[in-house]
């Protein structure tokens, strides 16, 4: 479809807009989520933008990013604060990448084959967006593959700009919002005129160090002084916020984000959204009496009855460990592990010290501790993927009622509005084709549509498997190159097996092709000659699947 309206192509399946993108949790085929194997977001190491695999694509003069979004005013704002690396930068000079003559050349991405440590004001960030490399020469800090959990604990309060914006929840352990430091008693907030560079996200725990720095505290804020709007996002808060969960009457969820006090909610997190999303309840769920004949008054009075219908619950969030010994097999530790981790040389040294290799499976240890919630297992599977798993589990319990418990959802996608980027989107979509392209089903599928389009749509259930077996083992005889979903190989199968190339089964006469209907139905109108009307100008077949 062509671009003929001023909004864009919203049908374009190439172009991802991620304040389209649904922000919640994904169910994938298997009764997961999409995101599963992938690493906590909370979990990846301090200051990732300067560890083993961070990656830096270059932006040349432009100096706003492309895969997360700044206000637009930022392209023509000449007082624009940057993040200018230092000299002696260890970033910057990955960045370089001098010469033997010491001059820069500067490649389209780059990838950190090492940790760095920090120098100057790159101690102070948590985390980093767009990086001066020189010059007035910008790269765009791509940050990994993570996902997000639904329920977390200590949510804060973050305001978007001034109070009568939105307010909503942040997990404080994320770096999602600026400071707002306020004097004693005051509602005017201002932000540490030693901050790093605009659009700065820092973690709760360091936008409280910047207030004390300044003498102040972080404060419920009417407005932050001395900022130009543009310049202004979310901002922490001294208040706390409780995530509370809507269950309708078939145990899907909705959250509903209820701080201290606020002024407006964002309609997608309000007690009244209708965002509901699928969970994995571990047994029962809070019903309401007034949705049908099995309800349970919302859980024998601990949830609160909604008049339209559903249950409001307050949450708690339990972690603990899986594993207290070694797992048996690869599968074990796919079956039961859901969390992704990071890789721990990425990690300070020390952090992990110690591994051992059984069964297949590697698990490393943080130092001086056995099995515990941080213990981090390491297995291939069938399809030679590498993963690596957090030997943890979390589970959301309705206040009140333990045994009311589900598994707690993630996604790549935040809730909160700024952190919802085009590279989070990108993602979700690029786990949503992985999940498809590695299940079970996909190889057999494919194997039986190539068999059907290129040799007989009748095969053997040998022929398909061996088909399918090459297209998971990359390799036919001695074609293909020995890696999942190789079609090479994969066509080698379809044309080389024996059926393919039996004479004896051109008498058989259940060999052979059958023409799809869409091709019968054309021929035959050829052969009929048969046309369209002066006035009809389209040759109809009603009910052709009673024929």
């Given amino acids: 479809m062509e671009d003929n309206t001023w909004f864009g192509n919203r049908v374009d399946p190439m172009r991802i807009e991620a304040s389209w993108r649904d922000k919640f949790p994904k169910t994938d085929m298997t009764g997961g989520y999409i995101g599963d194997g992938y690493p906590l977001c909370v979990d990846l190491p301090d200051k990732m933008w300067l560890r083993r695999g961070a990656r830096y694509r270059l932006l040349g003069s432009k100096y706003t990013p492309e895969l997360m979004e700044d206000h637009p005013s930022f392209k023509n704002d000449l007082t624009m604060k940057h993040f200018v690396l230092e000299a002696g930068s260890k970033l910057k000079e990955a960045l370089c990448n001098a010469d033997e003559v010491g001059n820069c050349q500067y490649a389209m991405t780059v990838t950190l084959e090492s940790n760095l440590p920090c120098t100057g004001n790159e101690c102070d960030a948590d985390t980093a967006r767009v990086v001066d490399a020189g010059g007035e020469l910008y790269y765009e800090y791509i940050s990994p593959a993570c996902v997000e959990q639904a329920f977390y604990r200590n949510a804060k309060k973050v305001i978007f700009k001034d109070r009568m914006k939105d307010s909503s929840c942040a997990n404080p352990l994320l770096p999602y919002a600026s400071e707002a430091c306020c004097s004693v008693a005051d509602v005017v907030a201002y932000r540490n005129p030693g901050y790093i560079y605009d659009q700065e996200r820092v973690m709760f725990s360091t936008a409280g160090s910047r207030c004390e720095a300044m003498g102040k505290q972080l404060c419920d804020f009417n407005y932050i002084n001395d ?10 808060t001294s208040d706390s916020c409780k995530i509370q969960v809507k269950v309708d009457s078939v145990g899907q969820v909705a959250l509903v984000y209820k701080p201290n006090s606020y002024n407006h909610l964002h309609p997608h997190i309000d007690p009244n959204n209708r965002n509901f999303f699928k969970v994995y309840w571990d047994g029962d769920y809070p019903r309401n009496e007034i949705d ?5 008054n919302c859980g024998n009075g601990v949830c609160e009855a909604l008049e339209t219908g559903g249950c409001l619950c307050d949450t708690n969030v339990f972690e603990s460990r899986v594993f207290s010994r070694m797992p048996t097999s690869v599968d074990e530790v796919l079956s039961k592990l859901t969390i992704g981790a990071y890789d721990t040389l990425a990690y300070d040294d020390g952090t992990y010290s110690d591994s051992v290799t059984e069964n297949d499976v590697t698990a490393y240890f943080k130092a001086g501790e056995e099995f515990t919630a941080e213990t981090i297992f390491e297995v291939t599977d069938k399809n030679r993927r590498s993963f690596r798993f957090k030997n943890s589990m979390e589970s959301v319990r309705v ?18 509005n700024t952190e919802s980027t085009a590279g989070k989107a990108a993602y979700e979509t690029d786990a949503a ?4 392209l590695y299940h079970d089903n996909t190889a057999p599928f494919l194997a039986l549509r190539m068999i059907q389009r290129m040799v007989t749509s009748n095969p053997s259930p040998r022929y398909v498997q061996a088909v399918a077996d090459a297209f998971t083992s990359g390799q036919y005889m001695d074609i293909g190159s020995g890696i999942y979903g190789d079609m090479g190989a994969m066509t080698a199968a379809v044309i080389l097996e024996p059926q393919a190339r039996d004479e004896t ?19 035959l109108s050829r052969g009929l000659e048969i046309t369209p009307s002066d006035t009809v100008k389209l040759v109809y077949f009603d009910h052709l699947k009673d024929k």
């Fill in 433 to 436: 084709l992985d999940h498809y």
């Fill in 505 to 523: 089964l051109d008498n058989d006469p259940f060999d052979g092709q059958f023409v799809e209907q869409v091709l019968q139905i054309t021929r």
């Fill in 399 to 416: 206040q009140g009622d333990s045994s009311l418990s589900f598994r707690n959802p993630l996604s790549f996608m935040s809730v909160l």
């Fill in 227 to 236: 900022l130009d709007d543009h310049k202004k996002g979310y901002h922490w």
């Fill in 292 to 296: 049908g004949p099995d309800g349970n």
